[in-house]
């Protein structure tokens, strides 16, 4: 079916920074794009709402709204609480019913996820982890999170995957940064060291400014080292996508290959984490588009299973 043929969605991914807004059918056809800052809640989605409607009067009717959130979320369909933003630490934002907000607006079925987990479905889609299942995708950026799917699936149960929050040791060789985790939650995650404010803490410089031989990303690459093989333990994917601001730095990816091989320590004899590691751990196929795509393909997904439904 070429993208023509494919009803038209409205896109949202929100972010704790900015919401991109979108409309269109998938890769190759985006008819509009809209940025808005994110501040409160009732601001934010009544902006938001505005610029679909424009949206909707220049383009058209859209069949479904794709959106992926910044988190933590109640994904669980049968829960009350389904489709809020639940615990974020974002100021305001806590127990913000989005689902609802956008299906009073519009009356059109809504599709909702993670910003990562639709992040890791473009990518799978359309991206660099076309016919890859399992497939990962984590973004080191503002902060760490990561999108799962699996089976075909996005995954969600009980809860989602917070994949950021994973607890690994601290990076070798630096006893001073055991006590430096930035996450207020934990004293040892992935988060609370890698994400660019934690690097920016730890160094005193923002992480984009730190030069390329700084030793600062042998230390994010062991942890990232680290948590990639707790992923590899558990979900066995067959590739894994590193996007974010922080993964800009291009020297970065190789390091965390090593760091992945270093701390299996040969327990696994599979070409992923030995000749084939290059095509193993990766960038992004579609850059920093894969949030706003992920979201089309959510909303495309909602406005399926209901044509399912009456079928
Ligand atoms: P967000 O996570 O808010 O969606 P990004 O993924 O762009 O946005 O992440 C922003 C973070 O990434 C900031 O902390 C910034 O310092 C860091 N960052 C952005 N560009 C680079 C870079 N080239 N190298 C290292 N860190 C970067
Ligand atoms: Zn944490």
């Excluded at 996007?243 to 701390?263: D, F, N």
């Excluded at 290059?278 to 393909?297: E, W």
Aim: charged share 15%.
């Amino acid at each position: 079916m070429s993208d023509q043929q494919v009803p038209l969605i409205a896109a949202i991914e929100m972010g704790g920074t900015k919401i991109v807004c979108g409309i269109g059918t998938g890769p190759h056809d985006i008819r509009a794009t809209h940025r808005i800052d994110t501040t409160t809640p009732e601001e934010t989605l009544e902006a938001t709402s505005r610029w679909l409607s424009r949206a909707k009067t220049e383009h058209g009717q859209f069949a479904a709204i794709g959106i992926g959130s910044f988190g933590p979320l109640d994904l669980n369909p049968k829960s009350e609480g389904y489709g809020l933003i639940t615990t974020t630490p974002k100021p305001n934002w806590q127990q913000t019913d989005v689902v609802t907000f956008f299906k009073n607006r519009f009356r059109v079925p809504i599709g909702f996820d993670t910003d990562v987990n639709a992040a890791v479905l473009a990518e799978y889609l359309w991206g660099a982890g076309q016919g890859m299942d399992p497939l990962i995708y984590i973004t080191v950026g503002t902060g760490v999170g990561g999108g799962v799917l699996v089976n075909g699936q996005l995954v969600h149960g009980a809860m989602h995957p917070e994949i950021g929050h994973l607890v690994v040791p601290p990076p070798t060789n630096s006893a001073a940064v055991q006590r430096e985790c930035q996450c207020p939650y934990h004293k040892s995650c992935v988060e609370g060291y890698v994400c660019g404010p934690a690097i920016a803490k730890r160094w005193g410089v923002r992480a984009d400014m730190l030069p390329m031989d700084h030793p600062a990303w042998e230390e994010i690459a062991d942890v990232m080292g680290h948590a990639l093989m707790n992923l590899c333990l558990t979900l066995s994917p067959k590739r894994i996508i590193l996007g974010g601001g922080v993964m800009a730095q291009p020297q970065l990816i190789p390091l965390i290959r090593g760091r992945l091989i270093h701390h299996l320590n040969g327990y696994l004899l599979i070409p992923q984490v030995g000749r084939d590691i290059d095509s193993f751990v990766v960038s992004p196929g579609l850059g920093s588009r894969s949030g706003l795509l992920g979201s089309i393909a959510l909303g495309r997904m909602a406005f399926d299973q209901t044509q399912n439904a009456h079928s």
